[in-house]
């Protein structure tokens, strides 16, 4: 129920932050949220390395 968003509820979302942030500053938005989810995913990758590399060792 929650963990799916359909087309039109990405629609609104997006219309939503049309109208408080103004077209102007949306690719910088997003851009910086981009970046932010990359370096999240490349810390928790390491992280997954980290602890296979210690399990390795532990054998």
Known sequence: MFGRIGAMELILIL???LVIFG???LPEIGKSL???IGEFKDHANKITKDI???DETKK
């Open 34 to 36: 981009g970046k932010a």
């Open 23 to 25: 077209p102007s500053k």
């Open 15 to 17: 219309a939503i932050a």
């Open 52 to 54: 296979e590399v210690t």
